[in-house]
């Protein structure tokens, strides 16, 4: 086991990455006596430069808590309470279980649910023991709600993901667009350096695209308030008037990219005025856009959910790539498409092939070449990785649902919060044979509902390794010893493997799961052979591509042109505008959105113990343009009704003169766990894009109306399918609840 021994038994420091957002801001953190006492930037670090925010800032509060997961917990019925078990009782129970139903029904009747917030490691051995163990490629994460799509965009434009260019191509750009992000709340240390850039330089173009008016906006030199959805024909319009202005780089396009003759044909032939009334924007706008697109000398576009979370995500995203391919605005510095990452190391997952239909080093699961490979240096016969598509997140859900899926085990994410259409996550939840959550705190929504918790040491509390948004990967040291019995990630499924009696996962330190793991990249796009953990724990960071333990590593991607693709060019992919799944109509007549406040992370697990964050946001609410609110009857602070065909929220109403007319804005950061009637969630649609698979979290039809006193009834979620075999009482019955392995 790693030591997490503190150095003189009182006080301890160590540097690690911050375990909230994709920015991924160096903390240097001081503890006395198993507490930390204060977080601080470190002033060296390229993602941060000694920058932090509230969020890192107010982590000591939030570590040691009193609902922190110390124990394994197991119960033998949803209805039961749990009982701490030891580590031995646990595994034994859940792997008999597993097994059991794999014996069953066969490997496909299992999944795990991961998440970004994984360390590469526990990715690594997640993919080894699914994929490459028990057969199955049902492994998924929440990055299937957030960056799938770029990843999918990469892949079709560029030949391969990862984002090209670096945060220090802020300071080149000189002009910046901001696509369907709001970077001043959900990225903030990055965003001000780009508030530094303008202020050394104010003739820097800042370019706010989004149907809010952000903070985020109220720095931009212009806002484009594009109709929610309407980035694609925004996209095609501006391309067209690039071509009119002639302001495309003739030699980059000749030189280093396929498809511009179909491209070419396809903007001229769209109609050019149903493309400005698609994308909501005036036409003048749109004009003085494309001209400011087209005089800058370096463009930098950062983008985010406000393109990815759509059925026709990696189509918004292909559609920013042809700009930047059409104006020659990618690899050199300041300029080219920067997906930012969420998660802090929602990178590391795509590296490590935790989505469904990926193998470790950018392989993907339908490529015999990718399985033979990693089969061959997993030591197992061929055949052993599944030809199967996995299933993906919100399919996972619909076959627990259906009945098809029986066993789900969720690690680093709270699904009963997150995922689209909660009423459908908590039947399908419900009906499941068998949930394992493995969580650093009980209850929490996903907690509640599962029948075996497995207690985790959360960010300063054990040794990983994290990739942020510009390719850089860090490693993290522990501070603090984990409370109770509670072990890494990577430690609990390693564990679970051995129980289930497969070989190869007998680590002893995070380190050596990394230095199995980054061989596997070798000559890959992610090539981090380079990065070894000895050079990790040496130089703290490197970026990849970084191929042998002598390269320094590579700030951009793409510098000589050439692409991950067979021929070495880029793709131009002409797309047209698709309209949402659900569109408004006079029963459901405005459109909700959904996204974030700069003071919470996600489903609050940990944001919502913090005394300052919460004082600054306390409660849910929904955002409404002051003459919308007129027209349905409300006030500022008025209890509303909001609802969707899918479910009803209670909300108090915020007004904002901000948002685009017909719009409303609820973040979706409060769960059943913080009132009812709350979680946003409960409205949004679970359609999914069909390569992609991202679910459109930005779009969906909603009715607003002043709240009617009386509290709607919850729903009760029962189990519809058949419960097969009884659960075996023998196993959970016999251990005392004190001990810890
Ligand atoms: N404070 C905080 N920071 C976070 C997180 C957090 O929970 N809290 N989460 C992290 C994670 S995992 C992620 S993925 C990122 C997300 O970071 P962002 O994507 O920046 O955050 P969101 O609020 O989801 O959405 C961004 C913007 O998209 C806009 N938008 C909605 N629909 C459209 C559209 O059709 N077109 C365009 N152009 N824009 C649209 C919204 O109005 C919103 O302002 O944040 C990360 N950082
Ligand atoms: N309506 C709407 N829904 C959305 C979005 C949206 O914009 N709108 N955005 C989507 C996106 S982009 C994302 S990324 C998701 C995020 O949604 P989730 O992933 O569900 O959110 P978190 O609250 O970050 O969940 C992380 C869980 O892991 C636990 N945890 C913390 N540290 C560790 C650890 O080290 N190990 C383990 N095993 N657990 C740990 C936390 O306590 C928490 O329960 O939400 C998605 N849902
Ligand atoms: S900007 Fe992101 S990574 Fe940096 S301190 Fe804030 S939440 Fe953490
Ligand atoms: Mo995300």
């Known amino acids: 086991m790693m030591s997490t021994g503190m150095n003189d ?41 000694g920058g932090i925010c509230a969020k890192g800032a107010t982590l000591p509060q939030v570590i040691n808590t009193p609902d922190r997961l110390t124990q394994p917990q197991i119960r033998v019925s949803r209805t039961g309470d749990f009982r701490p078990v030891t580590w031995k009782v646990a595994l034994d129970h859940a792997v008999g279980r597993f097994q059991a139903i794999i014996d069953e029904h066969g490997p496909d009747s299992v999944a795990f649910y991961g998440s970004g917030q994984l360390d590469s490691e526990a990715v690594y051995v997640v993919g080894k023991l699914f994929k490459g163990s028990i057969g199955t490629n049902n492994t998924d994460s929440n990055s299937r709600l957030c960056m799938a799509a770029a990843v999918a965009g990469y892949r079709s434009s560029l030949g391969a993901d990862g984002p ?64 929610p959805g309407g980035d694609i024909p925004l996209m095609n319009a501006v391309g067209r008037l690039l071509l009119e202005n002639d302001s495309i780089d003739h030699r980059y396009v000749a030189s280093h990219t396929a498809g511009f003759d179909e491209y070419f044909h396809f903007l001229t032939q769209e109609n050019f005025d149903a493309m400005v009334a698609a994308s909501g924007v005036p036409e003048s706008m749109i004009r003085d856009l494309a001209a400011r697109i087209g005089r ?166 054990k040794q990983g390794t994290s990739t942020s948004s510009e390719r850089l990967v860090s490693r993290s040291d522990p501070i603090l010893n984990p409370p109770g019995a509670a072990l890494p990630d990577w430690q609990i499924i390693t564990k679970f493997a051995q129980t289930m009696g497969y070989e190869g996962f007998d680590f002893k330190s995070a380190e050596e799961v990394w230095d199995e793991f980054i061989p596997l990249t070798k000559g890959r796009p992610c090539d981090m052979a380079g990065i070894t953990s000895e050079r990790l724990k040496a130089v703290r960071h490197l970026r990849w591509p970084c191929p042998t333990v002598d390269h320094p590593g590579t700030e951009r991607l793409y510098i000589d042109g050439k692409f991950a693709t067979p021929d070495g060019r880029a793709r131009f992919l002409p797309r047209p ?139 009760v979620y029962a189990r519809t399918t058949r419960r097969d075999k009884p659960i075996r009482p023998n196993v959970v019955e016999t251990r005392s609840s004190k001990t810890t392995s």
């Open 296 to 461: 800058s000398k370096t463009w930098l576009t950062f983008y985010c959910m406000g393109l990815n979370q759509s059925t026709v995500g990696m189509w918004k995203n292909n559609s920013l790539i042809n700009l930047h391919l059409l104006t020659g605005q990618i690899g050199k510095p300041g300029a080219g498409p920067f997906s930012l990452t969420g998660q802090p190391n929602a990178m590391g997952g795509r590296e490590g092939g935790l989505l469904a239909h990926q193998l470790p080093g950018y392989r993907f699961t339908d490529d015999p070449k990718h399985r033979g490979e990693v089969e061959a240096y997993w030591n197992r016969s061929e055949g052993t990785i599944s030809t199967i598509p996995g299933l993906t997140a919100v399919e996972m859900f619909r076959a627990l649902e259906s009945g098809r899926l029986k066993a789900i085990w969720i690690a680093a994410t709270n699904p009963a919060v997150s995922m689209p259409d909660l009423h459908m996550i908590r039947r399908a939840l419900a009906n499941a044979e068998l949930v394992i959550a493995q969580d650093a705190y009980h209850p929490t929504e996903t907690t509640r509902l599962a029948d075996i918790l497995f207690p985790v040491a959360q960010w300063s509390e």
């Open 577 to 715: 505008h698709r309209e949402p799944r659900e569109t408004v109509d006079h029963e459901f007549p405005l459109v909700l959105t959904t996204g974030r406040l700069y003071a919470h992370w996600h489903t609050l697990t940990r944001t919502g113990k913090s005394p300052k964050l919460v004082q600054r946001e306390p409660g849910a609410f929904v955002e409404v343009h002051p003459d919308d609110a007129a027209a349905h009857g409300l006030v500022a602070g008025q209890l509303a009704e909001l609802a969707s065909r899918r479910g009803t929220l209670r909300l108090p109403v915020r007004l904002n003169p901000g948002l685009s007319r017909g719009l409303v804005f609820v973040p979706f950061h409060w769960g059943d766990q913080h009132g009812e009637q709350t979680a946003a969630n409960y409205l949004t649609i679970s359609a999914i894009g069909r390569i992609a698979k991202q679910p459109e979290f930005k779009y969906c039809a909603v009715r607003l109306a002043p709240a009617p006193d009386a509290v709607k009834p919850e729903p």
């Open 9 to 49: 038994g009182q006080t301890r420091d160590a540097e690690s990455i911050c375990p909230y957002c994709g920015v991924g801001c160096r903390l240097w953190a001081e503890s006395v006596y198993n507490q930390i006492i204060r977080v601080k930037g470190v002033a060296d670090a390229p993602a941060n430069l």
């Open 164 to 227: 090209p260019p670096c945060y220090a191509d802020i300071d080149y750009a000189d002009c910046i667009t901001v696509w369907g992000s709001n970077m001043a709340e959900a990225h903030p240390v990055t965003f001000d350096r780009v508030k530094a850039r303008r202020k050394a330089d104010p003739t820097v173009e800042l370019i706010v695209i989004d149907p809010r008016r952000t903070l985020t906006a109220d720095h931009a030199t212009l806002h484009v308030p594009v109709a």
